[in-house]
């Protein structure tokens, strides 16, 4: 039997040099044995290794895993390890085979540590020290991981800290950061950290992200195990917090807006039109106040559907789909009659839906900046939405926009197939998926297809474009800059088109 005494520092790298001699020299795994050093220092024992008689190959994620799995505290890891790579040398893929117990307990293994590694990563809380030489700053931190991490887990520390000076004991070593180095030690018992200023700052953060509606205990103790709490300040507030849980959250409750605001509901009593008698040969539902409309209306005799004014008046108690319960109202397209341009966007925003007008919020008022500078007039466009209802999700007194769904852009289609029969545009700008889908039935790829001329689900002339919303949701400046120079290029290539058709 061949015993390798591992270091507690370095350990993956002597594992892997003696992994190497004896796996090349042949050595089978029932004849050899790892352990690591349980002294008190750091630097392991040597070894007489086998010189190599054979190349060894292994995937690079097996090096990946190793290194991860040789923290483990289980003793049998790295002899696990071993046995795996000998039978990596005539089983390549097995790594893929999760159904092969060694594979299987090696890689829960690595689980266990990233995990570790992760959990100290969050939980590692400093104590400020008295500065240092020049004023230095200096802090000091105390943790108790499961598994040998240390050496593995400080690092990160070292890249975020850098402006620092800090020691971090485990049981299992020390590490001590001085600006440029990063060095480890022997362990220590658990130092006298004195308290500061900075568990105040966690009292105050936790109770912020806290919310009591939401709260689940079993969730909340599977990421933050109790075995942490006794080194983390702000874990004195839980029990408080759970406690007082089902007070705040009726409060919360309480506090929640109704839906729709008292003044839309005024602002909508006051626009909204009476509801029709008729609707062509269609009688209005005397049960229900619905029009049983069906599923498209006959394009193929235009003369028969209503005129736009009429289709207004129809779509302000539409009830097709659920939008309809929750929103303002109707926001129907507005515009010349006989415009040679149609511009569809996705659905009214918040402004919109207050307003009754397409394109009156943020997006529309950059969307009309954009086209003043190509010379393009919303005056001489007829400007809509594929979806005519604001479709939103209450955030105390805010409505935030939701993107429609496929029902209800195929539910609404019927009002804007109206608008494209009664028009006849030579050309539409379609912005945006939604737009994209209402109009050609397939919303995807509008990278690739943005700026190009195809045709819509009518035959009719269709350039698709960015939505003027995307362009303000941009983060990054020059990313933004860029977007909007390929928005106005498209607008430009719509008014040339229109030019070349006249």
Known sequence: MRQVVLPALGT???????????????????????????????????????????????????????????????????????????????????????????????????????????????????????????????????????????????????????????????????????????????????????????????????????????????????????????????????????????????????????????????????????????????????????????ETPDLKTPGELPPLAEARRQAAVCTRCDLCHHATQTVFGEGPADAELMIVGEQPGDQEDLAGRPFVGPAGRLFDRLAEEVGLSRERAWITNAVKHFKFLPRGKRRLHQRPNGGEIMACRWWLDIERARLRPKLIIGMGATAAEALTGNGKGLTQRRGKLERDTMGAPLLLTWHPSYLLRVPEPQARLAAEREFRSDLVTALDFLRDVA
């Open 12 to 294: 993956f790298t002597v594992w892997r040099e003696a992994a190497r001699a004896l796996a090349g020299a042949g050595i089978p795994a029932e004849e050899v044995s790892f352990t690591r050093d349980a002294t008190p220092g750091l630097l392991g024992q040597e070894h007489s290794l086998p010189p190599p008689q054979r190349q060894l190959r292994v995937p690079r994620a097996f090096l990946d895993l190793a290194e991860a799995v040789s923290c483990h505290r289980d003793g049998t890891a790295h002899d696990r390890l071993y046995a795996l790579l000998l039978r990596l040398q005539n089983a390549p893929g097995l790594l893929g085979d999760r159904a092969d117990p060694l594979v299987d307990g090696v890689q829960r293994m690595e689980k266990a540590v990233r995990r570790d590694i992760h959990k100290m990563h969050a939980f590692l809380r400093f104590s400020a020290l008295p500065p240092g030489e020049g004023g230095r700053l200096r802090f000091a931190a105390w943790f108790e991981p499961q598994h040998f991490i240390t050496e593995r887990a400080v690092p990160f520390f070292a890249e975020r800290h850098r402006e620092m000076d800090f020691l971090i004991a485990t049981p299992e070593m020390t590490a001590l950061w001085q600006g440029e180095r990063l060095t480890f030690g022997p362990p220590s018992p658990r130092p006298d950290l004195p308290a500061d200023g900075a568990e105040a700052l966690w009292h105050t953060y936790f109770v912020s992200i806290f919310n009591p509606a939401r709260l689940k205990v079993k969730a909340m103790t599977a990421e933050m195990p109790r075995r942490y709490w006794k080194n983390l300040p702000e874990t004195s507030l839980i029990p408080g917090m759970i406690a007082d849980a089902p007070r705040r959250a009726a409060q919360m409750r309480a506090a929640l807006p109704t839906i729709p605001p008292a003044h839309a509901v005024r602002l909508a009593a006051a626009r909204r039109p009476p509801p029709p008698e008729t609707y062509g040969e269609l009688p209005l539902s005397e049960t229900s106040g619905t029009l049983p409309l069906p």
